[in-house]
């Protein structure tokens, strides 16, 4: 295998007339096939779409990205039992309410999602199945202690809601081949990028396959309606291509009909009948309507989508159905960063109690980079030494119970930031050691203009998990269907610490194996 560390010679140079005819192909291709983002709302002052007809590329990378092929075939493999463990984790409400209880005080977002559950259950769960679309994400990391230098993968995070790009991240696959097909890329960088070294990406195939099983597992209709999946998604949401690919293959491949519903507009057009079933009438045909098999959050995870408690009841009012929730409640209180520091305990019995299987349970092991607790346990006062001076925060990320993007602090901002925050408040977060990949060099299309230079990368890992939940007494549940769903390759500059497209730090990209 060639070197794993900085590839001097790549991305290849392009002259003008090759760049120009690159992007030509690039801008077309992509807008042809759907890998694209709305521009930002047309209430922005001056915006250029008023009428919300336009779409623009993606960021994109020009070329693929190096990624080491052991390193990526890893975890691809690893992505089952990962499906396992977070299936286990949410099956198992009282280990997860040990977790839960040390947060409740103290976040009152992680309380609210806890609170929905209780309810629930006073009630009564009235649908056993439960469906995860995961994505497992990672860096690469070359561990100096080991002679070999072999490259690993760490985990940086496990996303249990709303895992996105699964559309965009096939299509940049595709681009990529496509691109090499059309002989756009210099014929010097044949060595590196061939088509032998650019993996098959089904990520819209795998994640449209997860929606359909949980459709077709939910049986017949129970108030002689339709049925239909219902996609819950933010009203301002610009990354909707990503959405709509795997909607069209729901459509196309599993004749599954499918309806986007914003999040605000939940009680509005939809109703429980007596068996609890959820029965959405869509605005524009209010004499039809249709039994919802499977709720796909796309939306529900910031606290920015529950702006007063109408919200809440609504979130409530989704999860006391009978349609099958893509995650239920505590599949998505699973994904709290605080879940994936106390698996990743080092000489903890937690692992082993989700993974009976020592081999797996090792090898997911071997995937975790540390991560510490905030609290007064030893090992959190050990890292609270480390978070409040400079020199040793320098390398960790403090991270609170969020998703999305945008919510962490890095480095030498950790002190200051835990400074202003009352002590008692701290457990509420966890330290994390940073991930340090390799720097690679890339050229990122963004908003029309190439930025070229030092690049980061971040693997994500698709997982489709069904599984019924059981009683949690004499009937533990059991897994239905359990598969790896393609993969997702995000690329930053090398300066920028988060990583997210949508948020504009990172870009679509694919790997080129090496
Ligand atoms: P979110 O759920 O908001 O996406 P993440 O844990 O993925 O939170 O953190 C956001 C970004 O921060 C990641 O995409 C990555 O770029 C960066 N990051 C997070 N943890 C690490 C880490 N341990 N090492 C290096 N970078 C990290
Ligand atoms: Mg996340
Ligand atoms: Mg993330």
């Excluded at 819209?204 to 077709?216: D, N, P, S, V, Y």
């Excluded at 908003?447 to 890992?461: H, M």
Aim: glycine share 6%.
């Amino acid at each position: 295998m060639a070197s794993p560390t900085i590839y001097p010679e790549y991305p290849p140079s392009l002259n003008r007339e090759q760049e120009t005819f690159l992007l030509a192909e690039l801008k077309d291709w992509t807008i042809a096939h759907g890998l694209a983002v709305r521009p930002p709302p047309s209430f922005i002052p001056g915006s250029q779409d008023p009428s919300g007809v336009l779409a623009t590329t993606a960021p994109v990378t020009l070329f693929p990205s190096p990624f080491p092929r052991d390193a990526f075939d890893r975890g691809l493999q690893i992505q089952t039992a990962y499906n396992e463990l977070y299936a286990a984790v949410s099956r198992d409400e009282e280990w997860l309410e040990e977790i839960v209880k040390q947060l409740l005080d103290i976040d009152d977002f992680v309380a609210k999602l806890w609170e929905i559950h209780a309810k629930v259950k006073a009630d009564g769960y009235v649908q056993d199945l439960s469906l995860g679309l995961f994505r497992s994400d990672y860096m690469v990391h070359m561990d100096p202690a080991r002679s070999n230098k072999q490259p690993e993968i760490k985990q940086v995070e496990f996303n249990t809601i709303a895992s996105s790009f699964g559309g965009l991240s096939s299509k940049v696959s595709s681009l990529h081949k496509y691109l090499l097909s059309t002989e756009a890329y210099p014929h010097s960088s044949s060595q590196i990028i061939n088509a032998a070294n650019l993996p098959e990406n089904r990520s819209i195939e795998g994640l449209a396959t997860g929606l359909a099983k949980a459709h077709q597992a939910y049986g017949t209709s129970k108030t002689q309606r339709a049925l239909c999946v219902l996609f819950v998604v933010q009203s301002s949401e610009r990354n909707v291509f990503d959405q709509r690919l795997i909607e069209y293959e729901l459509n196309s491949a599993h004749k599954v009909r499918t309806f986007r519903l914003p999040f605000s507009e939940i009680q509005r057009h939809t109703t429980l009948d007596y068996s609890r079933a959820l029965i959405y009438s869509p605005p524009y045909t209010p004499k039809t309507s249709f039994e919802v098999t499977t709720i796909y959050y796309r939306a529900g995870y910031d606290p920015s989508d529950y702006p007063d408690a109408e919200a809440w009841s609504s979130r409530l009012h989704l999860e006391r159905s009978l349609a099958i929730k893509c995650p239920s409640i505590l599949t998505h209180l699973a994904g709290c960063k605080k879940v994936q520091q106390v698996l990743a305990t080092p000489g903890s019995p937690h692992l082993s109690r989700f993974l009976r299987d020592e081999k797996l349970a090792s090898s997911v092991l071997r995937t975790f980079a540390p991560i510490y607790p905030l609290d007064t346990s030893d090992a959190g006062n050990e890292a609270q030494k480390f978070a409040t001076e400079v020199d040793t925060a320098s390398r960790y990320v403090l991270k609170p119970q969020r998703e999305g993007g945008g919510n962490n602090i890095y480095r030498r901002a950790i002190p200051a930031f835990l400074e202003k925050l009352p002590k008692s408040h701290w457990p509420a977060y966890i330290l994390m050691e940073m991930i340090e990949p390799p720097a690679l060099k890339n050229a990122i299309l963004r908003n029309g203009e190439i930025q070229q230079g030092g690049v980061i990368g971040e693997l994500g890992v698709y997982g489709v998990c069904l599984w019924r939940n059981g009683d949690g007494q004499t009937d533990k549940g059991e897994v239905l269907e359990n598969f790896q769903a393609g993969y997702l390759l995000r690329t930053k500059g090398d300066k920028s610490e988060e990583g997210g497209v949508a948020a504009g730090f990172g870009a679509m990209d694919s790997c080129c194996l090496i």
